[in-house]
C-alpha cells in the first residue's frame, strides 16, 4: 500500500465534523419520502442509515452492552435492531436535529479509532446519496485515509482475503492496496465503497478484473 497515507487524528476529527456538517445539509433538504426511501444498506431506508449514524457518534458503552446481550452476542445483529428500533420511534427531524448536536463530537467505542467514524461517514453518506440520485463528492485524502483504515484491519470487511490476487489502484489520489496480477483501477470513493461490499454502486467507475 501506498505509505503513510492516513491523516493525523486531528485532522481525522476535523474531516469527521465535516462529513457530519455536509449530511446534515444534504437530510436538510429531503422530503419525507426520502427519508424513507431504500438506502444500500440492506433492509435499512434512509431513516435508519440516519440512526445508525447517530448512534456512534455518541455511543454509550452501557447501552452497547445491553443491546449486545439482547442480540444474543451478535454484534451485526445489534448494529441492525438498534438502528432500526431509533428509527421507528424518533422523527426525521429530530434524528437530524441529534445528528446536528453531535457534529463536533470526538467519541469512539473500544476497539476502533477515529478513522473508523470517518470511514462510516464517507461509506453511509453514499448509502443515503447514491439511492436518491444525489451527487455526494469524497474528499481525496478522508476517502484515502478511511481505505487505508480497512486495508489495515480484518472484521468486518476482511479485504485482504477477499481481494487475494488482486490490486487495487486509485487514478485520482496515490494509493494502491493489495498485490496480485489482476488490477482493478478507479477512483478512490468508488475503491472504498467496493472494498466495503459496494460492488454494484462502484462497478461503473471501475476498470479491471
Same mark, same amino acid.
Not at 443491546?67 to 441492525?80: E, F, M, S, V, Y
Given at each position: 500500500m501506498t505509505e503513510n497515507p492516513a491523516l493525523s487524528i486531528e485532522r481525522t476529527w476535523q474531516a469527521v465534523a465535516a462529513e457530519r456538517t455536509s449530511l446534515v445539509e444534504l437530510l436538510e433538504s429531503l422530503s419525507e419520502a426520502q427519508w424513507n426511501h431504500p438506502s444500500l444498506c440492506d433492509g435499512w431506508r434512509v431513516r435508519e442509515v440516519v440512526a445508525h449514524i447517530v448512534l456512534s457518534t455518541n455511543p454509550s458503552f452501557?447501552?452497547? *452492552? =445491553?443491546? *449486545?446481550? @439482547?442480540?444474543?452476542?451478535?454484534?451485526? &445483529?445489534?448494529? @441492525?435492531?438498534t438502528a432500526? &428500533? $431509533? /428509527? /421507528? &420511534?424518533?422523527?426525521a427531524r429530530e434524528l437530524l436535529a441529534e445528528l446536528r448536536d453531535g457534529i463536533g463530537a470526538q467519541v469512539t467505542v473500544i476497539g476502533t479509532t477515529p478513522a473508523d467514524r470517518l470511514m462510516d461517514l464517507l461509506v453511509h453518506g453514499?448509502?443515503?446519496?447514491? %439511492? $436518491?440520485?444525489?451527487? @455526494?463528492? !469524497? %474528499? *481525496? %485524502?478522508?476517502?484515502?485515509? /478511511?481505505?487505508? @483504515?480497512?486495508?489495515? !484491519?480484518?472484521?468486518? =470487511?476482511?479485504? &485482504?482475503?477477499? =481481494?487475494?490476487?488482486?490490486?487495487?489502484?486509485?487514478?485520482?489520489?496515490?494509493?494502491?492496496?493489495?498485490?496480485? +496480477?489482476?488490477?482493478?483501477?478507479? +477512483?478512490? #470513493?468508488?475503491? $472504498?465503497? *467496493? #472494498?466495503?461490499?459496494?460492488?454494484? /454502486?462502484?462497478? #461503473?467507475? $471501475?476498470?479491471?478484473?
Open positions: 452501557g447501552s452497547i *452492552l =445491553f443491546n *449486545l446481550i @439482547r442480540a444474543r452476542g451478535n454484534l451485526d &445483529r445489534t448494529i @441492525r435492531d432500526i &428500533r $431509533l /428509527a /421507528a &420511534r424518533t422523527p453514499q448509502d443515503i446519496a447514491i %439511492p $436518491l440520485g444525489i451527487p @455526494r463528492e !469524497m %474528499p *481525496l %485524502p478522508a476517502a484515502r485515509s /478511511a481505505i487505508e @483504515r480497512i486495508w489495515t !484491519m480484518g472484521a468486518p =470487511f476482511h479485504v &485482504r482475503k477477499h =481481494f487475494a490476487g488482486k490490486r487495487l489502484v486509485a487514478t485520482d489520489i496515490e494509493w494502491s492496496g493489495g498485490d496480485g +496480477p489482476a488490477v482493478i483501477t478507479g +477512483p478512490i #470513493s468508488a475503491l $472504498l465503497l *467496493l #472494498s466495503t461490499g459496494r460492488e454494484q /454502486a462502484a462497478r #461503473s467507475e $471501475l476498470t479491471g478484473s
